[in-house]
């Protein structure tokens, strides 16, 4: 069984900066996509920064060149990261971890959140001017 629990999120000034962790349990997966996505109410949920398996990493445009998405594999359990630097009052958001199935197919395209079965109950970030 899959298992996604975040942290790491907290209030901040804008310019600060934080780091969300997520621990992936029972993902044993050799091919996928993980990555982090945000959310405020009444939008649909955004995907901000993703990687593969095979360390391919997309970015939404907003955060480029601020957020870095890593990630450290042990055996049935992976640990994903988003260092979030020069933070803005418009990254206020629920950050939610997911992860994709097994993927088959080509890597070359990023999935939607439709697309990602595994979730963790998210983190609150909040940047304040």
């Known amino acids: 069984q899959v298992q996604l629990v975040e942290s790491g999120g907290g209030s901040v000034q804008a310019g600060g900066s934080l780091r969300l962790s997520c621990v992936a349990s029972g993902y044993r997966y050799r091919r996928y996509w993980m990555g982090w996505f945000r959310q405020v109410p009444g939008k649909p949920r955004e995907g901000v920064a993703l990687i593969s398996s095979e360390g391919n990493t997309n970015y939404t445009d907003s955060v480029k060149g601020r957020f870095t998405i890593s990630k450290d594999n042990a055996v049935a359990k992976i640990t994903l990261y988003l260092r979030m630097n020069s933070l803005k009052p418009e990254d206020t958001a629920m950050y939610y971890c997911?992860?994709?199935?097994?993927?088959?197919?080509?890597?070359?395209?990023?999935?939607?959140?439709?697309?990602?079965?595994?979730w963790g109950q998210g983190t609150q970030v909040t940047v304040s001017s």
């Open positions: 997911a992860g994709s199935g097994q993927i088959w197919s080509t890597l070359a395209e990023t999935p939607s959140a439709p697309q990602m079965p595994h």
